[in-house]
């Protein structure tokens, strides 16, 4: 079989460095988990060093092209190749509830949502690394007092230990993109329990960071807080000012103040 074209519309570009597709291969820690899902693999270049480790590796992938490839030429994931799209499809079907990791060479269209969902799926998910549009990859690992930190940064901070890893040049993709990239790697902490409420600290972050050029006295007016607790000293700030901590901080006391 001829290789996959690229197609603009799932944001593919196939990857055709195998150095460094191996560099991101062996971002793994396998602890923890004896599965490993990688989202979008394309012709393969990731999954086949994937293939050469001591875990059970599953792939998801919507294009039904590299799907007739992975088969063709991957006899190793044969009952292993899920024709889904990750951001709609029931993990559990494959994982029944198991830990599992997930790695790949995400579509940038798409990257940020996949980290939402794994977010969603935290529970499972100790460990999550791949490639993303370089600027994505360094907000989801930015700390505070950035203009890059925002609601990624945090949410995601909020439950894994993030590390940005390596950048990768554009030459090394078929088409080559317009932008670097870069690899990171989540690993879930010990302790990924908030003592506050999840779906309020959620909203608490989001509605901060949706006007971060303001203090949160103002960007968080909608939360109807008594005037009690906006007198904090913690309201003169701006979103991007604090740390995870001081949001989950935050997130009680207003939990406290009966919102």
């Known amino acids: 079989m001829e290789k996959v074209k690229a197609k603009k519309h799932l944001g593919q570009h196939f990857l055709k460095d195998e150095s460094v597709a191996q560099n991101i291969a062996d971002t793994l820690g396998l602890e923890e988990y004896e599965d490993v899902l990688e989202i979008g693999p394309g012709m393969g270049v990731l999954t086949k060093y994937l293939l050469e480790k001591t875990i059970n590796t599953y792939v998801i992938e919507i294009d039904n092209e590299s799907v007739e ?110 932008v670097k990239s870069g690899v990171l790697r989540l690993r879930r902490k010990e302790d990924y329990s908030l003592p506050c409420g999840e779906k309020l600290f959620f909203t608490v972050v989001k509605t901060a960071f949706q006007q971060r050029r ?26 991007e000012q604090l740390s995870v901590e001081q949001f989950i901080e935050l997130t009680q006391k207003i939990e406290a103040d009966g919102v």
């Open 69 to 178: 490839y992975l088969d063709a030429n991957y006899p190793k994931l044969q009952g292993k190749i899920i024709s889904k799209d990750f951001l709609k499809y029931d993990v559990n079907e494959v994982f029944g509830g198991k830990q599992f990791a997930i790695i790949g060479n995400f579509p940038y269209n798409i990257s940020t949502q996949i980290v939402f969902r794994t977010l969603e799926l935290r529970n499972q998910i100790p460990e999550f690394a791949g490639m993303f549009q370089k600027e994505v990859a360094e907000r989801i690992c930015e700390k505070k007092g950035s203009k890059t930190y925002g609601i990624l940064s945090v949410l995601a901070q909020a439950f894994y230990d993030a590390e940005y890893l390596f950048t990768v040049d554009e030459h090394v993709f078929i088409p080559p993109p317009k």
């Open 214 to 239: 303001k203090t949160l006295r103002n960007s968080l007016k909608t939360l109807n807080l008594s005037d009690n607790l906006r007198e904090d000293e913690v309201f003169n700030l701006r979103p």
